[in-house]
């Protein structure tokens, strides 16, 4: 069976619903895909158990809840999650599987409705009591041995006799559940299996080199123990050399399925001269009558002795830390990947989403780039500014090429009234005279000067001009002359005098007036002269136009 079985997504999705994410985790991390168990979820649950509001119990009894599954890959895997958890996790979690009274309980374990059910349910139910002896140690000691300090001024070291011989034993207990594994390298055939050699592995290195160093502790201290402890810690070291020996098997089981050979330690065994001396010398305490070494011998075979130890744990020290490295190495490596890919994700999210230019660097481009700007009231081109309005043929606007602007749409001629509407900028329009040369109603020529016979003519034009469409001039509520009074006119023969096309007079500040529907402003600026209307007109009232 490969890949993720209904089962497991059926669990996985009750978890999400309750919000259960460790049991979540735990369920992708013991599916019946015939694989390891994925990285992500282990390093999940490692994270778990660095945080104090995380129910490390809660956690445990999942994965044993999962080693009580039919699918010897189900469970398998937990016991992988766990022991991964007990060797990276936070101490805590050792803690409490060391304080439970019993942890698993697989000894009669068998799959029988699998493929490999059966050769795969043996190496489970030895793998069971490897975990449960790693947690019973921890439970008489209160140290995990594959992490404690080593070295000269390292716990096993530094250890007095007394409490050496009662830690020793231990570790053997511990390293004979590993290497009762005994998986051969014709066995080791899926991932799974593969997987826990492998933390099997880094087990029996980091167990072993403590083991060597309590062992050369006690040979130091040999010759220096009463009877009783020495017959006790010669049948320790009886013991060290024959796990030893199963141990190089293991290692070379290790080799051969692919572990890197610099990872792998070398053994070098003490010579066998020392074990004659520890025997004589036990003898002798022993009252019996034997050859005894002299002082000198003695002292240089176990020199000897210590220092082919010393190099045994300096290689198990080497390949550990060595491993350690890789280990680092490769979480920074992925570490860097994963970072790496996610930032590749958000860039091709960020180009999915902003177009290749964006709308804002656009129009700042037409704003400040074009070499002209459009004019609001003249046909002509001013250079640009930040100010003014951008061409209506600027990349902003063809964004949008339905768009018209309103400013083109109306002629000035639709004003409603004398004083006009509100220009583009909103500011109120004056009374004008349009200039025109043939009809009231024609559109202004820029060219052509203002020439009017009188004051009547040339207030005619300017009512004329007010109307909407040429149509028959409607007279405007505005009253130029007051009711009754006399226009003078100033003589049949008076002129104005001729003004450029920049003549204005200001009106007096008038209210804003509301802005008619329909009057709209035109980009062309007319030409026009105002009159200001203060009071009623006489004669002497009239003033040739100043110049501006």
């Given at each position: 069976?490969?890949?993720?079985?209904?089962?497991?997504?059926?669990?996985?999705?009750?978890?999400?619903?309750?919000?259960?994410?460790?049991?979540?985790?735990?369920?992708?991390?013991?599916?019946?895909?015939?694989?390891?168990?994925?990285?992500?979820?282990?390093?999940?649950?490692?994270?778990?158990?660095?945080?104090?509001?995380?129910?490390?119990?809660?956690?445990?009894?999942?994965?044993?809840?999962?080693?009580?599954?039919?699918?010897?890959?189900?469970?398998?895997?937990?016991?992988?999650?766990?022991?991964?958890?007990?060797?990276?996790?936070?101490?805590?979690?050792?803690?409490?599987?060391?304080?439970?009274?019993?942890?698993?309980?697989?000894?009669?374990?068998?799959?029988?409705?699998?493929?490999?059910?059966?050769?795969?349910?043996?190496?489970?139910?030895?793998?069971?009591?490897?975990?449960?002896?790693?947690?019973?140690?921890?439970?008489?000691?209160?140290?995990?041995?594959?992490?404690?300090?080593?070295?000269?001024?390292?716990?096993?070291?530094?250890?007095?006799?007394?409490?050496?011989?009662?830690?020793?034993?231990?570790?053997?207990?511990?390293?004979?559940?590993?290497?009762?594994?005994?998986?051969?390298?014709?066995?080791?055939?899926?991932?799974?299996?593969?997987?826990?050699?492998?933390?099997?592995?880094?087990?029996?290195?980091?167990?072993?080199?403590?083991?060597?160093?309590?062992?050369?502790?006690?040979?130091?201290?040999?010759?220096?123990?009463?009877?009783?402890?020495?017959?006790?810690?010669?049948?320790?070291?009886?013991?060290?050399?024959?796990?030893?020996?199963?141990?190089?098997?293991?290692?070379?089981?290790?080799?051969?399925?692919?572990?890197?050979?610099?990872?792998?330690?070398?053994?070098?065994?003490?010579?066998?001269?020392?074990?004659?001396?520890?025997?004589?010398?036990?003898?002798?305490?022993?009252?019996?009558?034997?050859?005894?070494?002299?002082?000198?011998?003695?002292?240089?075979?176990?020199?000897?002795?210590?220092?082919?130890?010393?190099?045994?744990?300096?290689?198990?020290?080497?390949?550990?830390?060595?491993?350690?490295?890789?280990?680092?190495?490769?979480?920074?490596?992925?570490?860097?990947?994963?970072?790496?890919?996610?930032?590749?994700?958000?860039?091709?999210?960020?180009?999915?989403?902003?177009?290749?230019?964006?709308?804002?660097?656009?129009?700042?481009?037409?704003?400040?780039?074009?070499?002209?700007?459009?004019?609001?009231?003249?046909?002509?081109?001013?250079?640009?500014?930040?100010?003014?309005?951008?061409?209506?043929?600027?990349?902003?606007?063809?964004?949008?090429?339905?768009?018209?602007?309103?400013v083109q749409s109306t002629p000035i001629s639709t004003a409603s009234s004398a004083w006009g509407g509100y220009d583009a900028l909103g500011d109120l329009?004056?009374?004008?005279?349009?200039?025109?040369?043939?009809?009231?109603?024609?559109?202004?020529?820029?060219?052509?000067?203002?020439?009017?016979?009188?004051?009547?003519?040339?207030?005619?034009?300017?009512?004329?001009?007010?109307?909407?469409?040429?149509?028959p001039g409607k007279k405007s509520d505005m009253q130029w002359t007051q009711p009754g009074e006399k226009k003078l006119t100033g003589g049949t023969n008076?002129?104005?005098?001729?003004?450029?096309?920049?003549?204005?007079?200001?009106?007096?500040?008038?209210?804003?007036?509301?802005?008619?529907?329909?009057?709209?402003?035109?980009?062309?600026?007319?030409?026009?002269?105002?009159?200001?209307?203060?009071?009623?007109?006489?004669?002497?009232?009239?003033?040739?136009?100043?110049?501006?």
């Open positions: 069976m490969s890949g993720q079985s209904i089962t497991d997504r059926i669990a996985a999705a009750q978890h999400s619903m309750t919000g259960s994410a460790i049991s979540k985790a735990v369920c992708k991390a013991t599916t019946h895909e015939v694989s390891g168990p994925k990285k992500k979820h282990l390093d999940y649950l490692i994270y778990c158990t660095n945080e104090m509001n995380v129910n490390v119990p809660q956690l445990a009894d999942t994965l044993f809840e999962r080693t009580t599954n039919s699918s010897w890959v189900v469970v398998f895997k937990a016991l992988i999650t766990t022991h991964h958890i007990m060797m990276y996790g936070n101490e805590r979690f050792i803690q409490y599987l060391a304080s439970r009274n019993t942890l698993f309980n697989l000894n009669n374990f068998l799959d029988k409705g699998a493929l490999q059910g059966y050769d795969m349910s043996t190496f489970i139910r030895r793998y069971s009591r490897y975990l449960n002896e790693k947690a019973l140690s921890y439970r008489l000691v209160a140290v995990d041995f594959t992490k404690m300090k080593r070295g000269i001024d390292g716990v096993m070291r530094t250890m007095n006799t007394e409490k050496l011989i009662k830690t020793l034993p231990i570790i053997q207990n511990q390293l004979d559940a590993l290497l009762d594994f005994q998986a051969n390298p014709n066995e080791l055939t899926n991932g799974v299996i593969n997987a826990a050699f492998m933390l099997l592995f880094k087990d029996s290195i980091r167990l072993f080199a403590a083991y060597n160093e309590g062992v050369i502790n006690l040979l130091e201290k040999y010759f220096d123990m009463k009877k009783n402890q020495c017959k006790d810690a010669l049948d320790i070291y009886k013991k060290f050399l024959y796990r030893m020996t199963k141990l190089s098997e293991f290692l070379k089981v290790a080799e051969q399925v692919g572990i890197d050979q610099g990872d792998i330690p070398d053994l070098t065994q003490a010579p066998s001269s020392l074990l004659e001396a520890l025997e004589q010398h036990l003898a002798s305490l022993e009252g019996k009558k034997t050859k005894e070494l002299s002082a000198d011998n003695r002292a240089n075979t176990l020199s000897n002795a210590v220092s082919s130890l010393s190099n045994t744990g300096m290689s198990f020290s080497f390949s550990s830390s060595r491993m350690d490295e890789k280990e680092k190495q490769q979480a920074l490596e992925e570490e860097q990947s994963r970072l790496q890919a996610l930032k590749n994700q958000r860039l091709k999210e960020m180009s999915m989403q902003t177009p290749s230019a964006s709308p804002s660097t656009q129009s700042m481009g037409s704003a400040n780039n074009h070499t002209a700007g459009m004019d609001l009231f003249t046909n002509t081109t001013s250079p640009p500014s930040t100010n003014s309005m951008p061409n209506l043929n600027s990349d902003l606007f063809d964004l949008q090429p339905a768009f018209i602007p309103a329009l004056k009374p004008t005279v349009t200039v025109h040369t043939q009809a009231p109603i024609m559109a202004p020529h820029t060219g052509s000067k203002l020439l009017a016979s009188d004051l009547d003519s040339s207030l005619a034009n300017l009512v004329g001009n007010l109307q909407f469409g040429g149509a008076w002129q104005s005098k001729t003004m450029s096309s920049t003549t204005a007079w200001s009106p007096a500040p008038l209210p804003p007036a509301a802005m008619p529907p329909a009057a709209m402003p035109v980009p062309h600026m007319v030409r026009t002269h105002t009159w200001t209307h203060t009071h009623s007109l006489t004669h002497s009232d009239i003033q040739a136009p100043k110049y501006t």
